[in-house]
């Protein structure tokens, strides 16, 4: 049984950092890219950030560039996403993201339905 389980999301103000982090299990990790999606009340889902396999190449949303950064574990087979001076407008529930393949890096032009698994989100919310 394939799962995704994030954690790390929480309520914090304008300026804050967090760190979420995604466990897999029942894959074998270092076949899937990962990605960070995120949905907030009203909007779509909408891309936030991707890494391959190794972690070498990564993709982010214009909106969250320079701010986020997504890492991955091989060893202990999770990704993680640290995000500094979030702001309200980053409110949002965050979704774990695999997509089977080494080099299918998810993009910003990736479509859902290039998502081979998710997870069920984890809710992070930035007072002003």
């Known amino acids: 049984q394939v799962q995704l389980v994030e954690s790390g999301g929480g309520l914090v103000q304008d300026g804050d950092s967090l760190r979420l982090s995604c466990a897999a299990s029942?894959?074998?990790?270092?076949?899937?890219?990962m990605g960070w999606f995120r949905q907030a009340p009203g909007k779509d889902r909408e891309f936030v950030a991707g890494?391959?396999?190794?972690?070498?190449?990564?993709d982010y949303a214009d909106s969250v560039k320079g701010r986020f950064t997504i890492s991955r574990n091989n060893a202990n087979d999770s990704v993680s996403l640290q995000m500094n001076n979030l702001r309200p407008e980053d409110t949002a529930v965050y979704y774990c993201?695999?997509?089977?393949?080494?080099?299918?890096?998810?993009?910003?032009?990736?479509?859902?339905?290039?998502?081979?698994?998710w997870g069920q989100g984890t809710q992070v919310t930035v007072s002003s």
């Open positions: 890494i391959n396999w190794w972690g070498d190449i990564v």
């Open positions: 993201a695999a997509k089977y393949g080494r080099q299918n890096l998810l993009t910003a032009a990736s479509g859902l339905n290039e998502v081979t698994y």
């Open positions: 029942g894959v074998t990790f270092s076949l899937f890219s």
